[in-house]
């Protein structure tokens, strides 16, 4: 007899999609089909209720998936380097690449972190998003857990729900920032950018911490926790306070705010991606209860950038 699992994650209102859409956002790994056909069979709960695929979606809601062990998911391998920094038999942490996709998404099948993890391992292949439990941006490097089985995949994205992961970043970003900081503002999605997130008091609760800084003139080098996991978040609140993280041109950062070094200011105009690196994580382990901690240098493109920073 197949061992089933449950698979949970949340999703948010839209509108203008059926649920069977949303899901096929939430999960692009996944066919349309075998989405709907898991509605059908009554394997896909909302908020714990039988569901059809026409629904729509008024408020946040849970979604549970009961997957059977052998169900793959449709994403290819691809042989791409991964820098693993921490494995064992349950999980495994990864450094991602700046500039390297976490998820696949709908029009962006290939060249990702997915793609990637399947090659090195392919029994992720029976895992939902290849066994990853969060996400990093496009433009932002850093640790990212991997697990490699359903158990561990639902243990620890409960933990990562219940906020009991601790996510630390290193960012440069523009101006002089003194001030060690609690930022607690509300983040939604821009109602015409659809990239991009703002802050608005009628968004998802989002706070970010700066523990320290060292400071310049025109640069600071910040030293970040998130307590949430809102998608931008570090970017957004940076960007409210009026420091956009360098490089980072969705979010209002222009090479002239470097214009008295010019040495960074040459370096970013020639650097695609941010200054913006996930460097340690802290949490329990899924099934012995140790303590897990990881520290996870940046690369060598971050350490210039910090190096310009600091010359003058």
């Known amino acids: 007899m197949k061992s089933k699992n449950i698979f949970e994650f949340d999703i948010s209102p839209d509108h203008q999609l059926r649920l069977d859409q949303i899901l096929s956002k939430e999960l692009p790994e996944y066919s349309r089909s075998r989405i709907q056909k898991w509605i059908k069979d009554k394997k896909l709960l909302v908020n714990g209720q039988e569901c059809l695929s026409k629904d729509k979606i008024k408020k946040v809601s849970k979604v549970e998936i009961e997957i059977d062990e052998d169900e793959e998911i449709d994403v290819s391998p691809e042989?791409?380097?991964?820098?693993?920094i921490y494995e064992d038999d349950t999980l495994l942490v990864v450094n991602k690449y700046s500039g390297m996709v976490t998820h696949t998404a709908i029009g962006n099948y290939s060249?990702?972190?997915?793609?990637?993890?399947?090659?090195?391992?392919p029994r992720?292949?029976?895992l939902p998003r290849a066994g990853i439990i969060h996400r990093l941006d496009k433009q932002t490097s850093g640790a990212l857990i991997v697990c490699k089985n359903l158990k561990s995949q639902f243990i620890l994205s409960k933990l990562m729900q219940e906020r009991r992961i601790s996510k630390k970043y290193i960012a440069v970003v523009s101006g002089s920032?003194?001030?060690t900081l609690v930022i607690d503002k509300p983040i939604r999605?821009?109602?015409?950018?659809?990239?991009?997130?703002?802050?608005?008091?009628?968004?998802k609760n989002a706070k970010t911490i700066i523990h320290s800084s060292i400071y310049k003139e025109h640069v600071s080098i910040l030293d970040l926790e998130i307590i949430t996991g809102r998608t931008h978040q570090i970017r957004v609140h940076l960007s409210d306070l009026g420091h956009p993280v360098l490089g980072d041109k969705l979010y209002g950062y222009k090479h002239s705010k470097l214009k008295k070094n010019g040495k960074l200011q040459q370096f970013m105009e020639n650097f695609d991606g941010i200054a913006l690196h996930a460097y340690h994580l802290k949490f329990k382990?899924?099934?012995?209860?140790?303590?897990i901690?990881?520290?996870?240098?940046?690369?060598?493109a971050f350490n210039v950038i910090r190096s310009l920073a600091l010359e003058n």
């Open 124 to 126: 992720l292949r029976k």
């Open 293 to 300: 901690e990881i520290e996870c240098l940046p690369g060598d």
């Open 177 to 179: 920032l003194k001030s």
């Open 285 to 291: 382990h899924p099934f012995d209860d140790k303590d």
């Open 79 to 84: 042989d791409i380097k991964l820098d693993i």
């Open 111 to 121: 060249g990702t972190l997915q793609n990637a993890l399947l090659h090195y391992d």
């Open 189 to 203: 999605r821009h109602r015409v950018n659809r990239k991009k997130m703002i802050v608005d008091e009628n968004g």
